[in-house]
């Protein structure tokens, strides 16, 4: 029970990583908060979270609507008195991206608002609890394709490359706190929407072969998240934790 006790914030909860991390978290003994767009998802993963005996909440969250994020955060501390854990799991790659010479300026917005903005507000507004409950973790979405050279992602990688650079400030900037910012950075995970464009052979030979040990799962992920959340990484902070199959090293 690594987390027993802890309340856990997790945006983008309704599937994929976040999910699974919801589930692992619940098993772990936290008490789960999942934002989440889809109302129909958050729905059924709040369902299945308690199905398997754990404790959860759903908020309809839409993580690019300030108003929106404060509800969520408010709903935490109204049911449980306290936020330990922030996960900013919302947002994603999408096939609108592309080179800055031709991707739409609207895809360039929409992953501005949902992952940079998102984060922005989900610290915003969690941080000053975690404070005044004695400290936290918040774990950040970044991504191997923000850290690596990646064609064709870059809205995407402009976002993700820009989370981890607030990482890295808010983690000197609340270090004093005892509030620890880290990320993580996954390579390609096999969600149900990248599963399906494995399956049509939408993902290159090359990039598979890429990943060593194989594409990662969701529940990879989610496992190193509970490090960073976990006060087993007490010691952890300003760290870009990558879970990538080897991603980075395989591409030559």
Request: neutral net charge.
């Amino acid at each position: 029970m690594r987390l027993e006790g802890k309340v856990a914030i997790i945006t983008g909860g309704g599937a994929g990583i976040g999910l699974a991390c919801a589930e692992l978290f619940a098993k772990e003994g936290a008490r789960v908060v999942i934002a989440e767009r889809d109302v129909a998802s958050g729905e059924a993963a709040r369902d299945a979270v308690r199905k398997a005996g754990g404790a959860c909440i759903f908020v309809p969250t839409d993580v690019s609507q300030p108003d929106d994020v404060r509800r969520v955060i408010d709903t935490a501390m109204r049911e449980h008195g306290r936020v330990d854990v922030l996960y900013n799991n919302a947002g994603g790659s999408t096939l609108q991206d592309g080179p800055v010479t031709t991707a739409p300026h609207e895809e360039f917005w929409r992953k501005m608002n949902v992952d940079l903005f998102g984060t922005w507000l989900g610290c915003h507004h969690a941080i000053p609890h975690m404070i005044a409950g004695g400290g936290g973790s918040v774990i950040n979405a970044s991504s191997m394709y923000a850290l690596t050279g990646t064609p064709n992602r870059d809205a995407y990688t402009a976002a993700k490359g820009a989370i981890t650079a607030l990482t890295r400030s808010m983690a000197v900037e609340f270090a004093k706190h005892k509030v620890r910012v880290n990320a993580v950075a996954a390579a390609g995970t096999l969600t149900e929407r990248v599963r399906q464009r494995v399956e049509v052979g939408g993902v290159s030979q090359k990039v598979l072969d890429a990943h060593l040990l194989g594409l990662v799962e969701p529940v990879d992920v989610a496992y190193a998240v509970l490090y960073l959340a976990s006060d087993e990484s007490r010691a952890t902070t300003g760290h870009v934790l990558a879970v990538d199959s080897g991603y980075t090293i395989g591409r030559s």
